[in-house]
């Protein structure tokens, strides 16, 4: 019958609709629970601030190099402390199953940087009033969440205004145990070292690099039609642009916004989480970045996005069954001269 090629579209259905992202800061719409033995964050903010190449110890026991030195691309983040500002308690409503705020406490003062961001915050609260609401309805509360802001003052980025999210407190299976340890943290910092640990896998959501609008060429990889032989009309672009009924189909490749997605990356792993930037700062700085002045980590792989972009990390949401869990032996990184 000779080759037979099924090819519905070009692209994916699964990133439909390609547009602009709503928010630069991610929308994590599922948030992993593992069982740690402790409360926690389950997930943390960082800054991306470029790639460079780091020479390991392969610790995979299935792989033919295990026990030698293998250089892998990895990408830096700096990762400032997040400050806690507030504690929200959710329940399920009995209507719909959807979960819905019961009550919340704001830390008694927020920075100034955080009403750049939320102009509609008092200058105080009343923390004494507020825990006492939430003692009357944590009993059927299900979930516990913070509220916490980024503190891009103490990057290298040059910003102030800092990007206030939720994340979910987890861990343990005791909502008690949860609620009494973020209101230990109201008005704290918590850092990437309470949350995640170097060896470990984590799942990163970022805003891809925007490129405008482009073709049909660029954006769906479409074949370029020859350019000698009836084709008076073109060559970047399809040779039919379908039916006049039905008038808009999925199956055909059009121009559009290329960029500025959400994406999700799983399974990265965490090579190291240091606090001396020292050992990652080239001699020059970061190119479009500057210096790393705090915190950073060191992931495995890429990360969408460009330099300075908020890159939410979370706990993996299907890890791998067999993937090593210790700190992986660095030998050398490209920024060490």
Same mark, same amino acid.
């Given at each position: 019958?000779?080759?037979?090629?099924?090819?519905?579209?070009?692209?994916?259905?699964?990133?439909? %609709?390609?547009?602009?992202?709503?928010?630069?800061? %991610?929308?994590?719409?599922?948030?992993?629970?593992?069982?740690?033995?402790?409360?926690?964050?389950?997930?943390?903010?960082?800054?991306?601030?470029?790639?460079?190449?780091?020479?390991? *110890?392969?610790?995979?026991?299935?792989?033919?190099?295990?026990?030698?030195?293998?250089?892998? @691309?990895?990408?830096?983040?700096? @990762? =400032?402390?997040?400050?806690?500002?507030?504690?929200?308690?959710?329940?399920?409503?009995?209507?719909?199953?959807?979960? !819905?705020?019961?009550?919340?406490?704001?830390?008694?003062?927020?920075?100034?940087?955080?009403?750049?961001?939320?102009?509609?915050? =008092?200058?105080?609260?009343? $923390?004494?009033?507020?825990?006492?609401?939430?003692?009357?309805?944590?009993?059927?509360?299900?979930?516990?969440?913070?509220? *916490?802001?980024?503190?891009?003052?103490?990057?290298?980025?040059?910003?102030?205004?800092?990007?206030?999210?939720?994340?979910?407190?987890?861990?343990?299976?005791?909502?008690?145990?949860?609620?009494?340890?973020? $209101?230990?943290?109201?008005?704290?910092?918590?850092?990437?070292?309470?949350?995640?640990?170097?060896?470990?896998?984590?799942?990163?959501?970022?805003?891809?690099?925007?490129?405008?609008?482009?073709? *049909?060429?660029?954006?769906?990889?479409?074949?370029? $039609?020859?350019?000698?032989?009836?084709?008076?009309?073109?060559?970047?672009?399809?040779?039919?642009?379908?039916?006049?009924?039905?008038? $808009?189909?999925?199956?055909?490749?059009?121009?559009?916004?290329?960029?500025?997605?959400?994406?999700?990356?799983?399974? !990265?792993?965490?090579?190291?989480?240091?606090?001396?930037?020292?050992?990652?700062?080239?001699?020059?700085?970061?190119?479009?970045?500057?210096?790393?002045?705090?915190?950073?980590?060191?992931?495995?792989?890429?990360?969408?996005?460009?330099?300075?972009?908020?890159?939410?990390?979370?706990?993996?949401?299907?890890?791998?069954?067999?993937?090593?869990?210790?700190?992986?032996?660095?030998?050398?990184?490209?920024?060490?001269?």
């Amino acid at each position: 019958m000779g080759l037979k090629i099924n090819r519905p579209r070009r692209g994916s259905m699964g990133v439909y %609709p390609r547009k602009r992202a709503s928010d630069i800061v %991610p929308r994590v719409r599922t948030w992993p629970d593992p069982n740690l033995g402790r409360p926690s964050l389950l997930g943390f903010a960082a800054y991306k601030v470029g790639m460079l190449h780091a020479v390991v *110890v392969e610790d995979r026991q299935t792989s033919p190099l295990f026990g030698k030195e293998v250089v892998r @691309a990895a990408t830096v983040l700096e @990762a =400032p402390p997040l400050r806690v500002l507030a504690v929200r308690l959710y329940s399920l409503d009995p209507t719909n199953g959807y979960r !819905k705020a019961v009550g919340e406490a704001w830390a008694p003062e927020v920075p100034k940087d955080v009403h750049r961001a939320v102009k509609t915050l =008092p200058e105080k609260f009343d $923390l004494e009033a507020e825990l006492k609401r939430l003692e009357v309805v944590k009993g059927a509360a299900v979930d516990v969440r913070a509220i *916490v802001a980024t503190q891009p003052r103490l990057a290298g980025i040059g910003k102030k205004t800092p990007e206030v999210l939720e994340i979910p407190i987890g861990g343990v299976p005791s909502v008690e145990d949860r609620l009494k340890f973020a $209101l230990d943290m109201l008005g704290k910092e918590v850092r990437a070292s309470d949350v995640f640990s170097a060896g470990g896998l984590v799942d990163v959501l970022a805003v891809t690099r925007g490129k405008g609008w482009q073709g *049909v060429i660029k954006r769906f990889g479409v074949k370029i $039609l020859p350019r000698w032989h009836k084709h008076r009309k073109g060559h970047r672009r399809t040779g039919t642009v379908g039916p006049q009924r039905p008038a $808009l189909m999925f199956t055909q490749p059009r121009p559009g916004q290329m960029g500025f997605h959400q994406r999700t990356e799983y399974n !990265k792993r965490i090579l190291k989480i240091g606090n001396n930037p020292a050992e990652i700062n080239p001699r020059g700085g970061w190119p479009h970045y500057g210096l790393v002045k705090g915190d950073f980590l060191i992931l495995a792989g890429s990360v969408p996005g460009v330099q300075k972009r908020l890159v939410v990390l979370r706990h993996p949401v299907r890890p791998p069954p067999k993937a090593p869990t210790s700190a992986p032996q660095l030998v050398w990184l490209s920024v060490q001269i």
